[in-house]
Nanobody, 125 residues
């Protein structure tokens, strides 16, 4: 069993930056692909970014490409999402996700085995 706990959300002005963290429990974290999803009010949950078990492969939604960066530190059982040049349309609850697969394919398709509880990100002036 893997438990995921997100942190780092908050209120930021347009053009600002935030870094989300997701701390995972469990010895098998380093063998899992990880990802971030988000859900805005009255919208479906959508894929944001994914990273393979080693960090060697990453994938992004077109809406965040070039602005967001996903990374991981397996020694700390933590995955990060650095968000730059934030826009009001990035406002959402952001969820950390893990899949019992080393590569990103399942995460990208939303085939997730574990979810975090979510952290709110609000981009507003």
């Amino acid at each position: 069993q893997v438990q995921l706990v997100e942190s780092g959300g908050g209120l930021v002005q347009p053009g600002g930056s935030l870094r989300l963290s997701c701390a995972a429990s469990g010895r098998t974290f380093s063998s899992y692909a990880m990802g971030w999803f988000r859900q805005a009010p009255r919208k479906e949950r959508e894929f944001v970014a994914a990273i393979s078990w080693s960090g060697g492969s990453t994938y992004y939604a077109d809406s965040v490409k070039g602005r967001f960066t996903i990374s991981r530190d397996n020694a700390k059982n933590t995955v990060y999402l650095q968000m730059n040049s934030l826009k009001p349309e990035d406002t959402a609850v952001y969820y950390c996700a893990a899949t019992q697969s080393p590569e990103t394919y399942e995460v990208i398709r939303g085939e997730v085995d574990y979810w975090g509880q979510g952290t709110q990100v609000t981009v507003s002036s």
